[in-house]
């Protein structure tokens, strides 16, 4: 191969021999970036599932989009020789850190929110990667997590030609959801439960269901729990282990509905509602797992499509000015948040209070009382919210310290993926006029939909 | 080249006037009919001169089950609804439009592509193919790369893998579907003029030659303009009912 000109494409050397293809490094003069050439392994006697795999790659591959993907260039089709040329990213994939587990939980969330952030773009692409693990996630320079390797990805606008061709399930043994290990490819939710896998992985160092070799002992994760993260390292902190067993629980629906709402809790730790997940200190006893194993709820294949699914568990966000507010539109605000919040079960809210610093730092932070004034906005936040009587977890409270309100909301509202925004306006136009329009400036540039409460004639 | 398939017509020009409108939009090149303009509908003469104007500027129009009965005294395997809008189709045509239909070819086939209002095994005993068993049948009876069908009434995409296995797939309306050569592939297009799963706007599928890249669109029309002209017509008024939800 290396020397070799395909199509224009001029192949230097290996990067990288894996069992399905290899990966070439390659150059073209039309295309000024580190490129890759995949070309899979079509020897006699190969496995004819690399072929599906790598077919099911060349249709889903052109369709993806954005920071989380390597950008697709050119691809060759069967009739001559398949390949498909892409992005190449540097460093090194998040496997090379499997030596230096475990890691500090900090950084174990870190990592985690990342690969979320990464798995939310993708499903809101329609797809379903279905192998997530430490080999195929990479990290560009400013951070951003890449998934690579789609040929075991479910598209839900392409037929899937993996779920028809074959009966064993593909995937990778520790991290496979076990409704993947039932042959179900259609549920999101499985790259939540491989990602809760890698992150058990990556904060204790031990797999939570070891390495299994045959299907028998995959499908063992369908009623037999993992060891608590913190019986292995007592040092990981309740919120973690909270965090890893939810994303792994048997069913679907009792895991995060979307990756969105998982990069959420790993940002914000403080916020992540304790329940009998993060008490554990032992695996069930045997008698509950017996009873698990014979009365078994297995996952069923749902029937909503993935953007069906995420879109019925949002995450909004209100924005809470107690300064310019009157009671009539603090009121009305929380009406229009609990008609959003009553028909998605999913949802949650963020509730967020601007607390303006002054742009010379010499800002204290205790008012002439000597009340801690964040403290006090957290508390009059979680009054506002109180008559909406939401379960706890499923509301969190943030006191934003900025110069800019608007900025504060904007840039909230972009590193935590809220799916829409609701705002009161203030009310009186010369105020407006002379302070700017806080509503305005969201709404005009916020990453998702907004909407912007008002009192009919209100003053 | 673009080609837009349009099947399962059914007289019912508005839905087929809206289809060709969204096809010229977007750039087709041709214009294939896949059979049964006529029956069910209320404006059988209109839409066979629009097809017949469409045949002499290029288009390929195929026979369909329905097209072959409002030639015919024959209604055999129809239910009432079906047979009493026949009978009164008979009565709509003109000599001319009988010229028309009894010329048209059951299949057409070109670049590895097969067109045929029902299925490939027996074009003329107009058998369905309701699932991956019928596509399997089609598909062994042709040396066709790709097989495009009607008759049914609901979009379906099959694929026939080198493992032998059928493939079933519901394409999804705008979302293009890459028919990869060494794979080969049954596709049944939505009704245009009579849909039946569920959603009352009018199917067609617009299809990509090099390379093969099919995309089934939904196109809403006034439905309620095609209904009341078959409540105006005197025929079943569950012909009409049938258009306002698609079943």
Do not use: D, F, Q
């Given at each position: 191969m290396p020397g070799r000109v395909i199509d224009g494409f001029t192949v230097a050397g290996i990067r990288h021999e894996g069992g399905m293809a290899v990966l070439y490094d390659v150059t073209h003069p039309d295309h000024d970036l580190p490129m890759l050439m995949k070309v899979p392994r079509l020897r006699e006697g190969e496995d004819p599932a690399a072929i599906v795999s790598f077919e099911m790659e060349q249709m889903i591959m052109p369709r993806l989009t954005g920071p989380h993907v390597p950008r697709f260039i050119a691809q060759g089709g069967f009739d001559a020789e398949p390949y498909i040329v892409m992005e190449r990213i540097g460093g090194e994939p998040l496997s090379h850190r499997l030596r230096a587990l475990p890691l500090p939980p900090p950084e174990v969330a870190a990592i985690g929110a990342a690969v979320a952030d990464a798995l939310d773009d993708l499903h809101h692409q329609n797809v379903i990667h279905l192998d997530v693990k430490p080999a195929n996630i990479l990290f560009r320079d400013n951070g951003q997590a890449v998934l690579i390797d789609y040929g075991l990805a479910h598209h839900e606008t392409l037929p899937d030609l993996m779920a028809e061709e074959f009966r064993l399930p593909y995937g990778t043994v520790p991290y496979m959801a076990p409704e993947q290990a039932l042959g179900?490819?259609?549920?999101?939710?499985s790259d939540i439960f491989a990602l809760g896998a890698l992150l058990y992985q990556f904060a204790t160092a031990d797999l939570p269901f070891g390495e299994p070799q045959h299907l028998k002992g995959v499908k063992e994760r369908l009623w037999r729990d993992p060891v608590p993260p913190r019986r292995r390292?007592?040092?990981?902190p309740p919120w973690l282990q909270e965090v890893i067993l939810r994303c792994l629980e048997?069913?679907?629906?009792?895991?995060?509905?979307?990756a969105a709402q998982l990069a959420f809790d790993l940002r914000h730790p403080e916020q992540v509602a304790l329940g009998p997940r993060a008490e554990k200190t032992r695996r069930d006893g045997w008698l509950t797992v017996l009873h698990r194993r014979f009365r078994q709820q297995e996952p069923v294949a749902r029937r909503l499509g993935t953007r069906t699914q995420i879109a019925a568990a949002p995450i909004l966000a209100v924005a809470v000015d107690f300064a310019e507010m009157s009671d009539d539109l603090a009121g009305a605000l929380r009406n229009q948040v609990q008609k959003m919040l009553a028909s998605r079960p999913g949802a949650r809210l963020a509730c967020l209070n601007v607390l303006k610093t002054a742009l010379l730092s010499l800002d204290t932070t205790l008012d002439e009382h000597g009340r801690n004034r964040h403290v006090q906005r957290l508390v009059e936040l979680q009054h506002w919210a109180r008559p909406l009587g939401l379960a706890e977890g499923r509301a969190t409270f943030h006191v934003l310290e900025a110069a800019d309100v608007a900025d504060a909301i904007l840039d909230y509202a972009r590193a935590n993926l809220v799916d829409h925004l609701v705002l009161g306006a203030r009310a009186s136009t010369l105020q407006r006029r002379v302070l700017g329009s806080v509503s305005g400036k969201v709404a005009a540039e916020a990453p998702c939909s907004v909407t912007v409460v008002r009192r009919r004639g209100g003053d | 080249m673009r080609l837009a398939l349009l099947a399962d017509i059914h007289a019912n020009l508005e839905a087929f006037r809206a289809c060709l409108d969204h096809a010229r939009d977007r750039g087709a090149d041709r214009i294939l009919l896949l059979g049964d303009l006529v029956g069910y509908g209320a404006d059988p003469e209109t839409v066979l001169d629009l097809a017949i104007d469409l045949v002499a500027g290029g288009a390929l129009a195929l026979l369909g089950n329905h097209d072959e009965a409002a030639l015919g005294g024959g209604s055999t395997g129809m239910n009432d609804m079906a047979a009493t809008a026949m009978a009164w189709t008979r009565t709509r045509l003109t000599e001319s439009h009988r010229r028309f239909l009894g010329a048209l070819p059951l299949t057409e086939e070109e670049e590895g592509r097969l067109y045929v209002h029902s299925e490939g095994s027996a074009p003329a005993l107009w058998r369905y193919v309701s699932d991956a068993e019928a596509a399997r049948r089609s598909l062994e009876a042709t040396t066709a790369q790709a097989t495009f069908c009607g008759h049914v009434h609901r979009p379906a995409l099959y694929a026939l893998g080198e493992t032998g296995k059928v493939t079933p797939f519901r394409p999804v309306a705008g979302a293009p579907v890459p028919l990869a050569r060494h794979r080969r592939w049954l596709a049944v297009l939505g009704a245009v003029g009579q849909p039946r799963d569920a959603d009352p706007a009018a199917c067609y599928m617009m299809l990509e030659t090099v390379p093969l890249v099919a995309t089934w669109h939904r196109v809403p029309y006034d439905v309620a303009a095609a209904a009341a002209k078959i409540r105006a017509a005197g025929l079943p008024l569950g012909l009409a009912e049938r258009l306002l939800v698609g079943r």
């Open positions: 179900i490819r259609s549920e999101s939710r390292r007592p040092a990981i048997v069913l679907p629906e009792n895991r995060y509905p979307t | -």
